[in-house]
């Protein structure tokens, strides 16, 4: 069985209507509202609570698999922004979540210490779970709308995040990751739009069927929608420009800049390549 059509659920007639994918990817951005809410003050129990709605979350996908392997789970909101708001758990979207749940646990983990001494626990601790939100929408999701959405609060999430670590270097870095991130975003909505336009639906799998019959120009779709998850995925030659903003940015930010959020930009290339093939 071809891993494109795995991914894609085209072998697997079964569709699983739940909530649990809206639920797993909202979770720790409520998360991220509580740990706001105790503050400075109760800094530990903040860390703790983080720790907690990390590893949830990490429990939460991996309960995923007996239920996919069953059939594509998806939910799908009609009427939101009048396109609509489709979550979809495919295997792709499965093992990209559960990696990234693993990293962010272990960032937390990796947190507890590296926080006491740096002092970034209010900024650090709900951005970076809204970033995790953030980043399991990504690959969540089951078009390129909703996709784009969870995209763009990553952006802005992941700049939170990175100047967390007070001082001017800190800023700057933040400035060029949110410069880097709209820059990526804009020209994925040219993409999106134009295969929108070009196609009539932003879903991921009719677009698999459009696309192979030949009736849309797929060159400067993938020209823009390659660009736009390269540059989250720091694919060469966005990789010169990573050290100063890395160095310039604590442990703990940057072992999350180094797995998970990269892992949004791999994503989407694999499954920009499974559309186009």
């Not at 601790?125 to 763009?152: A, K, M």
């Not at 940015?249 to 559309?275: D, P």
Request: positive net charge.
């Amino acid at each position: 069985m071809p891993f494109a059509a795995i991914a894609y659920g085209a072998e697997i007639t079964r569709t699983i209507y739940t909530l649990r994918p809206v639920a797993i990817v909202l979770f720790p951005i409520a998360a991220a509202l509580v740990v706001a809410l105790l503050g400075a003050k109760r800094g530990r129990y903040a860390a703790l609570f983080s720790l907690g709605a990390a590893v949830f979350t990490f429990l939460g996908v991996l309960s995923f698999y007996p239920l996919l392997r069953q059939g594509i789970m998806e939910h799908y909101f009609y009427e939101l922004m009048g396109v609509g708001l489709l979550f979809r758990v495919d295997y792709l979207g499965f093992i990209f979540a559960l990696l990234i749940s693993l990293a962010w646990l272990l960032a937390m983990l990796h947190a507890q210490l590296f926080l006491e001494q740096e002092g970034e626990r209010r900024i650090y601790l709900p951005s970076s779970l809204i970033t995790l939100g953030s980043c399991l929408g990504v690959v969540l999701t089951g078009d390129l709308f909703s996709l784009f959405l969870f995209y763009e609060l990553l952006t802005f999430s992941s700049y939170v995040l990175k100047i967390s670590r007070s001082g001017r270097e800190a800023i700057i870095a933040g400035r060029f990751a949110l410069y880097m991130g709209l820059a990526g975003g804009l020209v994925t909505l040219f993409g999106i739009i134009f295969l929108y336009y070009a196609s009539g639906t932003v879903k991921l799998v009719p677009l698999m069927d459009i696309i192979g019959d030949g009736n849309v120009n797929a060159s400067i779709i993938f020209a823009c929608l390659f660009t736009g998850f390269a540059i989250k995925a720091v694919a060469v030659p966005l990789n010169l420009l990573i050290p100063k903003p890395y160095a310039a940015s604590s442990a703990a930010v940057n072992t999350l800049y180094a797995w998970a959020l990269i892992n949004v930009g791999v994503y989407g290339i694999l499954r920009l390549l499974f559309i186009m093939q």
